[in-house]
Nanobody
Framework: QVQLVESGGGLVQAGGSLRLSCAASGRPFSSYGVGWFRQAPGKQREFVGRISWSGDDTSYDDSVKGRFTILRDDAENTVYLHMTKLKPEDTAVYLC???????????WGQGTQVAT
């Protein structure tokens, strides 16, 4: 099973940008679809966006559409979440998850904190 580690979180002013990384190890990452999720204090985990294993298909929650972009670099075994125009309501722990092909996500990282 692939292991995932998120990084890149931090404190950023409203309107600013941040790039999160989801680095994979243990198995080749190129066959995995990857999703980003977030969980704010006292709230349920929510879907942010996803990218297919091929990289040519992405989807986003309406709350981040037009502001967040997911890209993958399989040579680096890493998927990125580029966040722009950050809002206070984007404050949360951000987690990445992976699943082979179009299978459900079954590997999760520990998360990285983003505060706006």
């Amino acid at each position: 099973q692939v292991q995932l580690v998120e990084s890149g979180g931090g404190l950023v002013q409203a309107g600013g940008s941040l790039r999160l990384s989801c680095a994979a190890s243990g198995r080749p990452f190129s066959s995995y679809g990857v999703g980003w999720f977030r969980q704010a204090p006292g709230k349920q985990r929510e879907f942010v966006g996803r990218i297919s294993w091929s990289g040519d298909d992405t989807s986003y929650d309406d709350s981040v559409k037009g502001r967040f972009t997911i890209l993958r670099d399989d040579a680096e075994n890493t998927v990125y979440l580029h966040m722009t125009k950050l809002k206070p309501e984007d404050t949360a722990v951000y987690l990445c998850a992976a699943g082979q092909g179009y299978s459900p996500f079954n590997a999760w990282g520990q998360g990285t904190q983003v505060a706006t």
